[in-house]
């Protein structure tokens, strides 16, 4: 007796509308973010990058079709790279983690860019408090929430994040661009 052909499976494309993404319900106090400014390190990732052996990373091997580039979509490619440690640390000082954290650390950090994109920056090294990061597109709902946030700590007395000289610029570029 022949044996039939199982149906095919139904393949549900996936969404960058991620519901497990939460930034903390309460601003770190300031302690924790400057701690924690201090110790956060940037290192570049093959999956978000259009062109990885332009910055020495050998091609991303995974099958991902639901990824971002730095360098194709946001226009952020090497020449960026000396602003990586102030947008770490606006990400920081804005207070803008997950709930999520992997030891000691927030397994995600969001920042706004100068150029109005919202970069997602998750975890890659653990040890060394070390993330990649990747744009969020205009179609993403969670750079709204970012942005709101954003607004919230910037309106708070006694912020030091507002006293970045390039923030209003980026928040008035980002809300333009995620309308």
Not at 35 to 41: G, I, K, M, N, T
Not at 114 to 135: D, I
Not at 139 to 149: E, S, Y
Request: proline share 6%; glycine share 6%; with cysteine.
């Amino acid at each position: 007796m022949p044996r039939k052909k199982p149906p095919s499976r139904i393949v549900v494309q996936r969404s960058r509308n991620n519901v497990k993404r939460r930034l903390v319900s309460v601003l770190p106090a300031l302690e924790s973010r400057l701690a924690l400014a201090e110790c956060v390190r940037y290192g570049a990732y093959s999956k978000h990058k259009y062109k990885p052996d332009a910055y020495g990373l050998a091609p991303y091997a995974g099958m991902d079709v639901d990824r971002t580039y730095c360098d194709a979509h946001a226009s952020f490619g090497k020449e960026s790279a000396s602003r990586i440690p102030a947008l770490l640390r606006r990400a920081v000082m804005l207070g803008l983690w997950s709930e999520q954290h992997v030891g000691e650390v927030p397994s995600l950090l969001w920042t706004v860019d100068e150029s109005g994109w919202v970069f997602e920056l998750r975890m890659t090294n653990v040890a060394q408090a070390q993330y990649h990061g990747y744009p969020l597109l205009s179609g993403d709902a969670f750079a709204k929430r970012v942005l709101a946030r954003v607004a919230e700590v910037c309106r708070a007395q006694e912020n030091p994040a507002a006293q970045d000289p390039d923030l209003r610029a980026a928040i008035v570029a980002a809300e333009t661009f995620y309308r």
